[in-house]
């Protein structure tokens, strides 16, 4: 809706330009002034046609003043020095707003174009960790902002089951006297198990050609016992991995395995493929100098076996086959192997992904125990969270009862976990800091007690969205300042949209969770002349709020 002002405002000016006999060749531009004295939109156009003009700006303001139409949704255009300055008429605006807003706002009518959204992928010899959370918490948000925007997105996590990682741990199995424990989530016990057995690699380095060959065994499919021991142990580690992710409100569509590219024969039509443009020294490899990159891209061992890179290759083959566009979540230490990739896959004829980079994300360090000793797990993390919000919760609301306080505990801590990763763009490094993230007034939590305030107000009134409202008259500048905020809500999805990033919708749910606080204590609601509007802008208000967190996967309690 906001965009509708914007889009108003601009048209009103090149009309009284034009019927000036004024040419612009530049993209008409309107802002919000700094001070609400000054309007809602100004532009700065006097000054782009200064130039040509060769007129004082100020000048040309009053020109295009006598000739400019003011929009109905404005109930003025005005002069404020050089710059041409738009007030919303409140009366009209307000209905537009609040009548567009319901259950699913926001929601975009479907593009008609599927997106294959990779994320996560964390090699499954362990429990996810502190270095895999962004990555999850990026993709996910991301995905369902995709799907508000129109698109049909596929969330897919690539298994690495014949990674060197899972042929320790199923070498371990095989050589000493462990085996996989189920007393503990499963996933916790294989990453100990992969520890150790590193350890005793570590110890005599002469051990390493047996896992080679394990590797060599299990891609040849030669041990149909030994198959279906890598199978259980990657299955038995991604059981506890989606556990993982559901607590933390991530999911995925599909769970591709590597090594179904091996055996479908798609390994093998990438190297047929790439023939003509490899090298052997020793090992098969793809020479990029000529484009470039100074490292060249290996395809197999020297025993013949395929790697990560080859197999990877023939995984966005088949993805660019299946959809209009590809989106891969990486670290930014992956970008020389994007390049590598982008290069094999332009070379066989198929489109490169698109990747959002993120950096990495750590703790202070004595801020938590990592408590096992090998790492800082994302069970440790939400545990940790959920605990802090407990006894924060417990100080604030000694009513409550245990139930009640551990599941409201459970949706800040998540809550509070997600949206400090999702307000930053995935460039910035990020130290997590328990006190910001977990702040009542300043982190996610704010932003849920503003939903929370709206669903008590609206329940202690009896609130009936059916009641017909038939003045939309705005007598407060904070309900206006509110309108104004529920309106950009739109377009703050579309520009999440076609930037890849998700930081500025949970800057925008901050916002708006501010404007509505600011609203809660300047009006009274109940028992005015102005109440039934008045509730319209808390459901309004909530069902935004609601919405914003919906798009970063985080829960809103009703009660806090």
Not at 19 to 44: C, Q
Not at 117 to 127: D, F, I, K, V
Not at 159 to 174: F, T
Request: charged share 30%; glycine share 6%; proline share 3%.
């Amino acid at each position: 809706m906001y965009r509708l002002l914007e889009k108003e405002a601009v048209e009103s000016i090149e009309n009284a330009i034009k019927s000036l006999g004024y040419r612009i060749g530049e993209e008409i531009k309107v802002k919000e002034p700094p001070n609400a004295e000054l309007g809602d939109l100004a532009s700065t156009v006097s000054f782009q046609l200064a130039k040509d003009l060769k007129k004082p700006p100020i000048e040309i303001t009053k020109e295009i003043l006598k000739v400019i139409k003011t929009p109905e949704v404005f109930k003025s255009v005005e002069m404020k020095g050089p710059y041409i300055n738009f007030f919303i008429n409140y009366d009209i605006f307000s209905k537009m707003v609040l009548k567009s807003i319901g259950e699913n706002h926001g929601q975009f009518e479907g593009k008609g174009k599927k997106i294959i959204l990779e994320h996560t992928s964390a090699n499954p010899n362990g429990p996810l960790h502190i270095g895999h959370i962004r990555n999850s918490i990026i993709g996910d948000s991301l995905g369902r902002v995709l799907k508000t925007g129109g698109y049909n997105v596929e969330t897919q996590y690539y298994v690495n089951d014949m990674g060197r990682q899972i042929a320790i741990i199923v070498w371990g199995l095989l050589n000493f006297d462990l085996k996989i424990e189920e007393k503990e989530k499963v996933d916790h016990e294989i990453g100990k198990i992969y520890f150790q057995i590193n350890e005793k690699l570590r110890q005599d380095e002469g051990l390493k050609p047996q896992i080679d060959m394990l590797l060599k065994k299990y891609e040849n499919g030669e041990d149909k016992k030994l198959a279906d021991l890598f199978e259980y142990v990657v299955s038995k580690c991604l059981e506890g991995i989606k556990a993982t992710s559901k607590r933390l409100n991530v999911s995925h569509d599909d769970y591709v395995w590597e090594s179904k590219f091996v055996k479908d024969g798609k390994v093998k039509m990438v190297l047929d493929d790439l023939d003509k443009y490899t090298e052997i020294n020793e090992v098969l490899y793809l020479p990029l100098d000529k484009y470039g990159i100074e490292k060249e891209l290996i395809l197999t061992r020297s025993d013949g076996t395929s790697l990560y890179s080859t197999r990877d290759l023939a995984y966005h083959l088949e993805k660019s086959e299946n959809c209009d566009e590809m989106i891969d979540v990486l670290g930014s230490d992956h970008k020389l192997a994007i390049d590598q990739l982008s290069v094999a896959l332009k070379l066989l004829g198929a489109e490169s992904p698109e990747v959002i980079f993120y950096e990495f994300i750590t703790l202070p360090e004595g801020s938590m125990s990592t408590r096992r000793g090998v790492f800082i797990s994302v069970d440790d993390l939400m545990d940790e969270a959920i605990e802090r919000a407990y006894l924060e919760i417990k100080k604030r609301r000694e009513d409550l009862e245990e139930e009640s306080a551990m599941k409201i505990a459970e949706d800040i801590g998540i809550g509070a976990i997600r949206y400090f990763i999702a307000r930053l763009s995935p460039e910035k490094h990020i130290v997590f800091k328990w006190d910001e993230a977990l702040s009542f007034e300043r982190g996610c939590a704010s932003i849920q007690y503003a939903h929370a305030r709206a669903c008590k107000l609206l329940e202690k009134a009896g609130f009936n969205e059916e009641k017909y409202i038939e003045n939309y008259f705005l007598s407060h500048s904070s309900e206006k300042e509110l309108v104004k905020m529920l309106s950009r809500f739109t377009s703050v999805i579309e520009e999440s949209v076609q930037i890849r990033r998700v930081h500025n919708i949970a800057q925008y749910a901050m916002d708006l969770a501010g404007t509505f606080n600011r609203f809660y204590k300047s009006v009274p609601v109940i028992g005015t002349e102005d109440e039934a509007l008045r509730l319209l802008l808390v459901n309004k208000s909530r069902i935004t709020i609601l919405n914003c967190l919906q798009l970063l996967g985080i829960k809103a309690p009703e009660s806090m």
